[in-house]
């Protein structure tokens, strides 16, 4: 009997969704290509929505910046999350895109849209879903991010922190015609 109980136990711990940190439990990760000064901040946890969403997915808010001298391409088809044995967890694409309207020697002006005929990029799947506007809004958008800039939101992945204790965040940084430029690569750890 106590031991069913404690395997009933080990199964709702397993089960729990938990959320994605660094290895020193840090909610913010931060990677960096030195040669290009292309950057990208992930935070876990913080997703300000609706919970029952954030129980059923995995949400990474997620600032991209351009610190390079050309443009790159934010598409949802360069970003991927593996788990330590392999296992992709797909990523939910809301539609939210991204164009350049305006540029003046002081600032660019980019405008949000929900349109299906971006660039899907070149690396990996997706999943085209359909939300609730809150969710939709706030989703990190797709469009080609010029030099000087940083665009973000959040990205949705297929609920992937209840199946396995690490991770692996890959986002495939390429230029507008998909020629690669760096990779960023952030390494997770499920915390519960």
């Given at each position: 009997?106590?031991?069913?109980v ?5 199964l ?5 969704p938990?959320?994605?940190?660094a290895?020193?439990?840090e ?13 990208a901040?992930i ?6 929505g609706d ?7 995995t949400?990474?808010?997620t600032?991209?910046?351009?610190n390079g001298?050309?443009?790159?391409l934010?598409?949802?088809?360069d ?17 939210a895109?991204?164009?350049r ?8 002006t980019?405008?949000r849209g929900?349109?299906r ?6 690396f990996g ?7 609730p506007?809150?969710?939709a809004s706030?989703?990190?958008?797709w469009?080609?991010?010029e030099?000087g800039?940083q665009m973000?939101?959040f990205?949705?992945?297929e609920?992937s922190t209840?199946?396995t ?11 507008p015609?998909h020629v ?5 690569v952030?390494d997770?750890?499920v915390?519960?």
């Amino acid at each position: 009997m106590r031991s069913c109980v404690l395997a009933l136990l080990l199964l709702a711990a397993c089960s729990a969704p938990g959320v994605f940190v660094a290895e020193n439990g840090e909610h913010r990760l931060v990677a960096r290509d030195p040669q290009t000064g292309i950057t990208a901040v992930i935070t876990t946890g913080v997703w300000p929505g609706d919970p029952q969403f954030a129980s059923e997915a995995t949400i990474i808010h997620t600032l991209v910046a351009n610190n390079g001298a050309q443009p790159i391409l934010l598409a949802p088809g360069d970003i991927e999350l593996r788990d330590i044995r392999g296992f992709k967890a797909s990523l939910l694409d809301t539609g939210a895109t991204f164009e350049r309207v305006a540029s003046t020697e002081e600032a660019m002006t980019y405008d949000r849209g929900y349109e299906r005929n971006y660039d899907p990029g070149t690396f990996g799947e997706f999943e085209q879903v359909v939300v609730p506007g809150e969710i939709a809004s706030q989703a990190l958008p797709w469009g080609v991010l010029e030099p000087g800039t940083q665009m973000r939101g959040f990205l949705f992945f297929e609920s992937s922190t209840r199946t396995t204790d690490q991770a692996k965040l890959v986002w495939h940084v390429t230029t507008p015609d998909h020629v690669p430029i760096a990779d960023l690569v952030f390494d997770l750890y499920v915390a519960r």
